[in-house]
């Protein structure tokens, strides 16, 4: 728990530097986000163990920075953290510890935007380190993809509107303590899907409620998968610039 701490007010730091430093002009908004997810997790990967599935939940801490152009094009990056145990039934003994860090970068642009109803299409990028720790001490997972980025919004009022976004993979980077390659929509698969509801009670602040799902499958010979559902909550701090 003190390393996410520590991590999440490191992180908060470097986003208020940013936000004190950002020059636009008045027409620009820009918001930081924090958010709480509570995670229910499977992963299957036989590189580390030869279990065929693992069971985890734990809470997942992310904190990122968006900036709405003039255009009403949209560029986000978004830092994520997660520790957790992966559990099994099939021998206790062989449960792993499990860290995830996290870093998504995208820019979309306003393709169609009306007074309720908008649409953005562009193109998004996933960093990630996964650390387990076994008997054998720590192995590290390093994976890099690219995918389609999609984002709808509908505003019902001033104060209330749904969101949903989807991105797709179309290129995968994985590098192990045994392996490395670059794979294609041949061999890997993978989505990135969510949906929430946004109240905005105030210029200075919105709140989020929202659901994420993530499905990543890479079928080699150490094959790999991991499924999350994620229920959060977010804080945006918006100003402008």
Do not use: C
Request: aromatic content about 18%; overall charge positive; cysteine-free.
């Amino acid at each position: 728990m003190r390393i996410q701490l520590f991590l999440f007010l490191f992180l908060m730091s470097i986003f208020s530097v940013i936000a004190q430093t950002t020059v636009g002009n008045s027409k620009t908004k820009n918001k930081l986000k924090f958010t709480t997810s509570y995670n229910f997790g499977a992963l299957k990967n036989l590189e580390i163990a030869p279990v065929s599935r693992y069971d985890y939940t734990g809470l997942i801490y992310k904190i990122g920075y968006e900036r709405i152009t003039k255009k009403k094009n949209l560029f986000n990056i978004e830092f994520d953290y997660l520790e957790s145990t992966l559990e099994t039934d099939v021998i206790p003994v062989l449960n792993l510890g499990y860290t995830k860090l996290g870093l998504g970068i995208s820019y979309v642009k306003n393709i169609y935007n009306d007074d309720n109803f908008s649409i953005h299409l562009g193109l998004k990028s996933n960093s990630n380190i996964s650390t387990y720790s076994t008997r054998n001490g720590e192995r590290n997972l390093f994976s890099q993809s690219f995918s389609l980025a999609s984002i709808f919004n509908y505003r019902i009022n001033e104060k209330h509107s749904l969101f949903s976004e989807l991105s797709v993979p179309f290129i995968f980077f994985r590098s192990t303590h045994a392996t490395s390659g670059i794979y294609s929509l041949k061999d890997y698969q993978g989505l990135s899907w969510s949906f929430g509801y946004k109240y905005s009670p105030f210029e200075q602040f919105d709140f989020t409620f929202n659901y994420n799902f993530n499905y990543e499958r890479l079928q080699i010979t150490s094959a790999f998968r991991e499924v999350q559902q994620q229920l959060g909550f977010v804080l945006f701090l918006n100003f402008r610039s």
